[in-house]
């Protein structure tokens, strides 16, 4: 007769000679060995917890290097109204601004390209309004975040938009070499202005900048910028 061909791993083993149970005290299939992972995770504690501190001195001191507060003060506030108004007073002309950032961006900050612009909706009525002045608002700034404005409430009176033209009148400071100054003419000796109405109501003509004619000999023209009629209002000129 044929004899049966034995199974690998002799006599006594049977049909199931595959990876022991756990009840043989073996690792069941599939299973990651739990004291290997222990190993693991406990191995070189010392290093893990050194460079986790080390992160933590990482982060901190990015933290720190980022959050450099400073502020500045005098920055313009803009006020931008609807088409056909114009804002007849308002209670700040200029704000103080608290920047946020990396104290090398923070002291690039050039305060003459910063000003704080609120536009107003075109909805806009006469009369008083209060608005609310926020970070956002911060135009020109560059790699800092604003983070606060001072005050952060302004209040805002609107009136109509108008023109109207009024002639422009020069005057002259110092005294030339000789003789006395005959005259001064502006050219264009017109202009038109742009604004509130009331404020247009209450303006009767505009001065060009002061002709310095100290120790002048002979007649001279010279280029003169028009001037505000006061300094509670600028009108479009």
């Given amino acids: ?52 501190l080390s992160a933590a001195v990482s982060w901190l ?8 507060e400073d502020s ?9 109204v609807g088409e056909g108004w114009a804002v007849l007073r308002q209670s700040e002309r200029a704000v103080r601004v608290t920047f946020k950032g990396a104290q090398d961006e923070i002291r690039k900050l050039n305060p003459k390209q910063l000003r704080v612009v609120v536009e107003l909706n075109t909805n806009s009525t006469a009369g008083s309004i209060e608005l609310v002045v926020g970070a956002e608002a911060v135009r020109g ?12 409430r ?15 009148q020069s005057r002259v400071v110092g005294k030339p070499y000789a003789g006395e100054v005959e005259s001064v003419v502006c050219e264009p000796a017109v202009v038109t202005l742009r604004g509130p109405a009331q404020h247009l109501r ?3 003509w505009v001065y060009a900048e002061s002709v310095d004619v100290e120790g002048r000999v002979e007649g001279f ?15 479009i000129i």
Avoid at 33 to 41: F, I, K, P
Avoid at 156 to 168: A, F, G
Avoid at 222 to 227: D, E, N, Q, S, Y
């Fill in 1 to 52: 007769c044929r004899r049966g061909a034995a199974r690998p791993g002799g006599p006594g083993r049977g049909a199931g000679w595959g990876p022991k149970s756990s009840a043989d005290g073996g690792v069941p299939a599939g299973r990651p060995d739990e004291a290997g992972m222990n190993h693991g995770l406990f191995n070189n504690a010392g290093l893990k917890l050194l460079a986790l």
């Fill in 61 to 68: 001191a990015i933290q720190e290097a980022i959050s450099f």
């Fill in 72 to 80: 500045v003060a005098d920055i313009p506030l803009e006020i931008r």
């Fill in 141 to 152: 700034a560059r790699n800092v975040r604003p983070v606060r404005v001072e005050p952060d």
């Fill in 154 to 168: 302004v209040l805002v009176s609107l009136d109509r938009e108008q023109e109207k033209k009024v002639p422009v």
């Fill in 202 to 204: 209450e303006t009767e």
């Fill in 221 to 235: 023209s010279k280029r003169c910028r028009v001037l505000a009629p006061s300094d509670t209002w600028t009108p």
